[in-house]
Nanobody, 116 residues
Framework: QVQLVESGGGLVQAGGSLRLSCAAS????????IGWYRQAPGKQRELVAT???????ICVDSVKGRFTISRDNAKNTVYLQMNSLKPEDTAVYYC??????????WGQGTQVTVSS
């Protein structure tokens, strides 16, 4: 089973950029699909972007053209490059192995705050 740790969040002004990292250990990382999720205050957690083991990438419409997901299998890390950030991107960001279920365990996540 893979263990995942998120990092890279912070406070940024609207229009700014951040790069999140998801470091993996404990399993065969290169064969895993990895997703980035986020949960804003008072809202349900949502899937933002997924990178398939083959390298194919999927992003939700709200972040297309602004967020890019990538992976470095040599470093067992998946990244989420976030550009042109908006206040509505404010959330705790998590990575996990999709699909997630109600009983899926989550890490601490990393807080992203975008000020207007």
């Amino acid at each position: 089973q893979v263990q995942l740790v998120e990092s890279g969040g912070g406070l940024v002004q609207a229009g700014g950029s951040l790069r999140l990292s998801c470091a993996a250990s404990g399993s065969t990382f290169s064969g895993q699909d990895i997703g980035w999720y986020r949960q804003a205050p008072g809202k349900q957690r949502e899937l933002v972007a997924t990178i398939i083991s083959s390298g194919m990438k999927i992003c939700v419409d709200s972040v297309k053209g602004r967020f890019t997901i990538s992976r470095d299998n040599a470093k067992n890390t998946v990244y989420l490059q976030m550009n042109s950030l908006k206040p509505e991107d404010t959330a705790v960001y998590y990575c996990n192995v999709p699909p997630v279920r109600a009983d899926t365990a989550w890490g601490q996540g990393t807080q992203v705050t975008v000020s207007s």
